[in-house]
Each structure stands twice: as C-alpha cells, then as structure tokens.
C-alpha cells in the first residue's frame, strides 16, 4: 500500500484530486465513496450539518484503517478523507477513495472502509433544520452515543 494520508479537514474535498493520490499504473481499478449532506432526515428538512471531530483521535482511526486495507487487500491504495464544520445541503463531508488491480477488492476495500469510518471514527454532526433548530444525530462511534462533544 502506498503511503497516504488520511486526515480531518475543513477544506472542499475534491474528488479528482482523492482519485489521482491514489492511482496508478499498477491499478485498473478506482472506486469511489462520497458521502454528501442530504437536505432530509428523521428530525425533518436539513438545511446545513456541522461536524465536530476530535482530530488527533480521529485521523489516527483513519490512517488504522487505510493500514488495515492494505493487509485485508494487498496492492490497494487508499486515500480517506472527512470534512468538519459548517457544510451545506450537496456539499461532500467524506470521500473513500481506494485503487487496486482489480475492480472487485477495489469495490470491498471501499465499502469496509466507509462502514469502519461510521463506525470508529469519532466525528459528530448536528443537523441544523429549516425551522431553525439544531439536533445532534446518534451514532455508532466512539463517543457518538447520542452526546455531543464537550466544548
């Protein structure tokens, strides 16, 4: 596996840039995961989502899982990627991005690692709604058992 990066950001992700760090000559395969915010939930119509990370705990999941990639699939390579702050409905908050010789290990590969991502990492959103209100969305993570973060 090449060495990447994954890391918390608060820049736009750009898709064709999470591609082109993880291609290859070698690959003949590159699947994509983007996760965008929707503009509906359980709690009703989203207008924006905000995201809080505790980053160092956070990025070091991250790259734990783009390590474990290369074990599960060798010749992989994966490029992980999250947003955090204020993003609007449409906008991308995460990007899995992984190349492999092969299309099917690329396709798993990328899918285990969105699951493991939404399950490990610690990242929190809270759903800002059209009326007004905000809501913290439960998860699975580490710490995202329906609390917010502590500021």
Not at 87 to 107: I, K, Q, T
Not at 115 to 130: F, G, N
Request: hydrophobic share 40%; aromatic share 4%; proline share 5%.
């Amino acid at each position: 596996m090449r060495a990447v990066t994954a890391r918390i950001t608060q820049d736009v992700i750009d898709p064709a840039r999470v591609i082109s760090e993880v291609s290859g000559p070698e690959h003949g395969a590159v699947a994509l995961f983007l996760g965008t915010v929707r503009d509906n939930s359980q709690a009703g119509r989203v207008d924006q989502i905000i995201y809080e990370a505790y980053v160092p705990m956070a990025e070091k999941k991250m790259l734990e899982i783009e390590r474990e990639l290369g074990k599960l699939w060798p010749g992989t390579s994966a490029r992980l990627l999250h947003r955090v702050g204020t993003l609007s409905v449409g906008e991308v908050s995460v990007a899995v991005a992984v190349s492999s010789p092969h299309r099917a290990e690329a396709f798993e590969a990328c899918r285990h690692a969105i699951e493991r991502i939404k399950h490990d990492v610690p990242i929190w959103k809270k759903e800002r709604l059209a009326d007004g209100s905000e809501v913290w969305v439960e998860g699975s993570a580490m710490g995202r058992r329906g609390r917010a973060p502590s500021k």
